[in-house]
């Protein structure tokens, strides 16, 4: 199988990289400068050269606070880049999977949220995302869009990794507790991913597997609980770690609005493709311990 995925340097797309490279999978990485998702016209051309058997379209403007006063950029990015994708992937009967993500929703359901439910995003970066959704499902027939959350990896910036080198000089943090989803390892989105596009090649338009899901680690916590669960791996290791001050959402004030409730339920994609993320405790343990194994690495590496 040979994949093409957006977002060279991403989370998901590095994970991504390492996991097909283990799996005998070929992966062409489609990024800036010769393939920039804000003027995607040689999307069409840039596939039709390298005719993989799926698209993964990672790529994204990530950075939600910033989206509040570059809507127009983030608009580019994850909806009229992703529409060039799904458009030109659909002329060549190539099926896409897109990653969206939680904050499609405003929040405010008490229970995890359905495919099914209203969504209502409440930032620019939320809305822009949506509008990518639509694009893609009117752009491509064959396609399966994957809503995710809460996204770290031992690579790229994510909250896992700020929270480590945080308790390097602090010994407290203080850290939202009134927010809820589930941490998701980017490796297992990965691994996700393969198993997906091994399903949707054999697939035909109108198959059941095309279509929108959610795909999250299992379990839930708050964003202190994700740290303090952090902090507790760290120290069981000997490595620093910081005492977790829990803080309500309005004591940490932020341009863009965060969903109070960003948990999904995954049981669609469990249904349709078999495919369940491993609980995100576990996901953490492993993303430390391969970071920790890294920095080791690199000490023993200086001169
Ligand atoms: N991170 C999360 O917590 C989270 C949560 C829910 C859903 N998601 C979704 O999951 C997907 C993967 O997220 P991630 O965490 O892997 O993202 P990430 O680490 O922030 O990486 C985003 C990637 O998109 C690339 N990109 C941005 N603008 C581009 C452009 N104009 N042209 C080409 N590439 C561009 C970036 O390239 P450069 O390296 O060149 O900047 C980067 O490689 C995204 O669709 C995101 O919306 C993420």
């Not at 308790?167 to 989105?189: H, K, L």
Request: hydrophobic share 45%; net charge negative.
């Amino acid at each position: 199988m040979k994949i093409c995925v957006t977002g060279t340097q991403g989370q998901v797309a590095t994970a991504l990289q390492e996991l097909a490279v283990q799996a005998g999978i070929a992966v062409h990485c489609l990024g800036r400068p010769a393939f920039d998702l804000g003027q995607p016209d040689n999307a069409e051309a840039v596939l039709a050269a390298l005719k993989p058997d799926v698209l993964i379209s990672a790529a994204a403007y990530t950075a939600v606070d910033l989206a509040e006063g570059h809507a127009e950029e983030a608009y580019r990015v994850n909806a009229a880049g992703p529409a060039a994708l799904a458009r030109a992937s659909g002329n060549l009967g190539i099926p896409i999977l897109h990653l969206s993500t939680d904050y499609v929703f405003d929040g405010l359901k008490r229970t995890p949220y359905m495919e099914s439910d209203i969504t209502g995003p409440c930032s620019v970066y939320g809305a822009s995302k949506l509008e990518g959704e639509y694009a893609v499902a009117a752009g491509n027939p064959c396609h399966v869009i994957l809503r995710t959350a809460w996204v770290y990896s031992h690579s790229g910036k994510n909250f896992l990794r700020t929270m480590l080198r945080i308790a390097e000089t602090n010994p407290v943090v203080r850290v939202v507790s009134d927010q809820f989803g589930c941490p998701t390892y980017a490796t297992d989105i990965a691994a996700a991913l393969i198993a997906i596009a091994r399903q949707v090649v054999v697939k035909a338009a109108g198959d059941p597997a095309f279509g929108t899901f959610h795909m999250t680690g299992r379990g839930d916590t708050s964003w202190a609980g994700f740290a303090g669960a952090i902090f507790a791996m760290a120290a069981k290791g000997g490595h620093a770690a910081a005492r977790v001050v829990p803080i309500a959402t309005s004591d940490y004030p932020t341009p863009a609005r965060r969903p109070e409730n960003s948990r999904l339920d995954c049981g669609k994609l469990a249904d349709v493709f078999g495919v369940e993320l491993p609980h995100w405790h576990d996901g953490t343990e492993r993303c430390l311990a391969r970071l920790f194994q890294m920095s080791e690495s690199l000490q023993g590496a200086a001169p």
